[in-house]
């Protein structure tokens, strides 16, 4: 039998409908992939039993012709969500063995449709990272080698410290890792000011953000509520679309879930996009920008317009301002949100002298460095006699980068054609001297989409010369992420898939 | 604007974080790295322009005023360090 783990959700469901195999097979395949590669630390918790329950389960509902639009699809779940009976600790040492005693909307959605667990994956604590390297279970290896390394000199460094080896980025991390390795058929994620599309852009992969509001935030460990929204990461545009599908949906449990029908993601794909109107926004081309990402974007406009898309210039003025203005906004977010760890009612506890000691000494030791710095910074920038400078101004020029959007939109265009980052993934450590600003700037073009609650598809567009994965991102009109995934395809059926050969 | 140590030091207290002194310079320099990188949006004029407070226009959902939740204090202390009879123990508070 070919190996199961190396099949898109698409190919796996048509595999299981046709009895090619079963479910537990399938589970069993992935579950065995996941052991072998338990060294790219992708994983924070493995969950076989249930894996394996699961699958039994969608064997008997597929046999009864019950099946669900995901039935028996494996995929690993970002440890962000609450799953109930399932240790969930954000990568945090400050949630410790928390274990949830309800299920977060999202992953209802999917366990709704069929789909299995797999286990928990690795992130950026709290999901605060570009790189995974916050994480308190240690950072992620990229599945694509650096470039001249041989397996050999990956299966040593992977064995050691790690060092050289390529981040999957962050800080859907060990989501990215795990799909671009075949260790799960899709993952979820979230996406704060990037999360989703720079580690689908560092690995390959394809992911999306939805238009705020679109996926419940219920359940789901808050970072900056009004910034935060959950995605898919998957092989394909296709399968990223049948996950967004079972995701998404109003949810009366979270106020900012928007009350709006959800279609089937999946029938955009093979839509012609002829007459579509694609804008390249000038404020993109940042000083610095490699060449091979200049060259890239270019390619991916030339796969667009030969597929009968009108491409147009268009300024988005604001945007140098959305990545300083996000550095006020997600912290002060963060620090509100994150108040809830007090040693008090769930997590880690370090006794104190009295009970503020108690608070001060728990967040000190739970909290990573990053967690802490942005804790700091937000509750500054909320303080009395700086709220007005920082936090107001950052909000209004919010308002300010959102019209830029709606004026592009109003003039006719239909979508949005940039980099999805200003580079390729770089080395584990690399940045560890740098000061936070040049881990933050790798969200310089995805920030934005963040800022204006917009959608943002992120998918490979082709490699740089050492055959290390670039990313494109497409920016949608709000809850128009059909149009994404339509423009999404004719990319994917011109730039082909980017994938890993196995080392590890 | 930058902030000085006692700035760093009044600031992780209010986070309620213990910040032992030997830290304090290195957060103080990565957060003026951070408060000089946001420094640029000074130079934006905002001057008429309303602050964002829903990023998606849509008018918050109004339910009945009812008790739609509860009665399983048993799960809510269910992850608590220290409990008993469903209440969170914590350090005496008022002598």
């Known amino acids: 039998m070919t190996d199961l783990t190396q099949l898109t959700l698409t190919e796996a469901r048509e595999g299981l409908a046709g009895k090619h195999f079963t479910a537990v097979e399938l589970a069993e395949a992935h579950l065995a992939a996941i052991e072998a590669a338990r060294a790219l630390n992708a994983y924070v918790l493995e969950t076989p039993e249930q894996a394996l329950a699961m699958a039994k389960a969608a064997d ?41 005693t309800y299920e977060s909307t999202v992953t209802s959605q999917l366990w709704r449709d069929g789909a299995v667990m797999l286990g928990k994956l690795n992130n950026d604590e709290f999901a605060m990272g570009s790189s995974n390297e916050t994480s308190a279970f240690g950072p992620v290896v990229n599945p694509f080698l650096p470039a001249n390394w041989s397996a050999e000199k990956g299966k040593a460094a992977l064995g050691g410290d790690k060092k050289g080896l390529l981040v999957p980025g962050g800080s859907s991390g060990g989501s990215s890792a795990a799909v671009a390795a075949h260790l799960c058929l899709g993952a979820t994620a979230t996406d704060t000011g990037g999360s989703i599309r720079q580690p689908a852009a560092f690995t390959g992969t394809v992911g999306i953000k939805p238009t705020y509001g679109r996926c419940s935030r219920w359940g789901i460990v808050a970072f900056a509520s009004s910034l935060d929204q959950a995605g898919p990461i998957a092989k ?37 996009v002829a007459g579509k109107t694609i804008g390249i926004p000038r404020e993109y081309r940042v000083e610095g920008m490699p ?211 196995r080392w590890w | 604007m930058s902030v000085d140590a006692a700035t760093v030091r009044r600031i992780a207290r209010l986070s309620r974080i213990a910040l032992p002194e030997q830290d304090v ?23 008429g322009v309303e602050p964002m407070t829903s990023v998606t226009p849509m008018a918050l959902k109004m339910r009945d005023d009812v008790v739609t939740d509860g009665e399983k204090a048993g799960k809510v202390t269910a992850n608590a360090p220290q409990s008993e009879d469903h209440y969170f123990l914590v350090p005496k508070v008022v002598e």
């Open chain 1, 60 to 100: 008997a509902r597929l046999a009864r012709g019950e099946a669900g639009r995901l039935e028996g699809i494996p995929i690993g779940v970002k440890d962000l969500f609450a799953t109930e009976g399932v240790r969930t600790t954000a990568s945090s040492r400050i949630l410790g063995n928390f274990v949830p």
């Open chain 2, 25 to 47: 310079p290195v957060m103080q320099a990565e957060i003026n790295a951070i408060l000089g990188f946001v420094e640029q949006l000074g130079e934006v004029n905002v001057d």
């Open chain 1, 291 to 501: 060449a091979e990402i200049e060259a890239l974007w270019k390619k991916g406009a030339d796969m667009l317009r030969a597929a009968g898309a009108r491409i147009v210039d268009v300024s988005l003025p604001h945007t140098k301002y959305a990545l300083p203005a996000y550095y006020i906004v997600a912290p002060a977010e963060a620090s509100s949100n994150l108040a809830r760890y007090d040693g008090v009612r769930y997590g880690l506890r370090v006794p104190g002298k009295d009970i503020t000691d108690l608070y001060e000494q728990t967040r000190a030791q739970g909290f990573g460095r990053e967690v802490k710095r942005r804790i700091m910074i937000g509750t500054y920038v909320l303080s009395a006699g700086y709220y007005d400078a920082y936090y107001l101004r950052a909000q209004k020029i919010r308002t300010l980068i959102k019209k830029d959007f709606e004026d592009v939109y109003a003039a006719g265009v239909d979508a949005i054609l940039t980099p999805a980052t200003p580079s390729a993934a770089f080395g584990i450590a690399e940045m560890a001297d740098a000061d936070p600003v040049q881990m933050y700037l790798n969200d310089i073009f995805t920030v934005t989409v963040n800022m204006a609650g917009l959608p943002g598809l992120a998918l490979p567009g082709g490699t740089d010369a050492s055959g290390l994965p670039l990313g494109l991102q497409l920016i949608g009109r709000p809850f128009d992420e059909e149009t994404l995934f339509s423009l999404g395809a004719v990319i994917e059926d011109q730039a082909g898939r980017v994938t890993a050969a």
């Open chain 1, 236 to 272: 394909t545009v296709r399968d990223c679309a049948a996950l967004m599908t079972s995701m998404a949906g109003h949810d009366p449990k979270d106020s900012t879930s928007v009350d709006v029908a959800v279609p089937d993601f999946e029938a955009a794909i093979g839509r012609s």
